[in-house]
């Protein structure tokens, strides 16, 4: 029997960016103080939404990524707490997943929303 190659002899993995942006609005929908958000198209309920993300993907060793982040925040919250927070959490699981390492992250929060809204609505 033959013996392998070594794993950096045998090719290449190249992860689509549709898949690492995947990773990245998952990672930043599990962050405490995120929320998904109702989508409605000309006034007809779609579905619900969370964080969007648009990631572009680098080269080097490990490879980065650059990423665009769109969230939508718990009111009332400590903002700068929460995009730390998801900020650490995408980076780590960029890493764990697909062994990217993030070299720029630009949060954008598009909104802040209670978090159950009947009981907003209630008070």
């Known amino acids: 029997m033959t013996p392998?190659?070594?794993?950096?002899?045998?090719?290449?993995?190249d992860i689509h960016p549709a898949v690492l942006?995947?990773?990245?609005?998952?990672?930043?929908?599990?962050?405490?103080?995120?929320?998904?958000?109702?989508?409605?198209?000309a006034g007809?309920?779609?579905g619900e939404a969370g964080a969007s993300a648009?990631?572009?993907?680098?080269?080097g060793e490990p490879?980065?990524?650059?990423?665009?982040?769109?969230?939508?925040?718990?009111?009332?919250?400590p903002v700068r707490t929460v995009v730390a927070a998801v900020r650490a959490k995408v980076a780590e699981e960029i890493a764990r997943i697909a062994g990217?390492?993030?070299?720029?992250?630009?949060?954008?929060?598009?909104?802040l929303r209670p978090a159950h809204p009947a009981t907003a609505r209630l008070r």
Do not use: F, W
């Open 44 to 46: 007809i309920d779609i």
């Open 100 to 111: 990217h390492r993030v070299r720029g992250m630009t949060v954008t929060v598009a909104g």
């Open 21 to 41: 942006r995947k990773i990245v609005e998952h990672a930043a929908d599990q962050v405490p103080g995120t929320l998904r958000h109702e989508r409605r198209l």
């Open 63 to 77: 490879p980065t990524v650059d990423v665009r982040l769109e969230l939508t925040l718990q009111y009332p919250a």
């Open 4 to 13: 392998l190659a070594a794993a950096e002899d045998r090719g290449r993995l």
């Open 54 to 59: 648009r990631v572009t993907a680098g080269s």
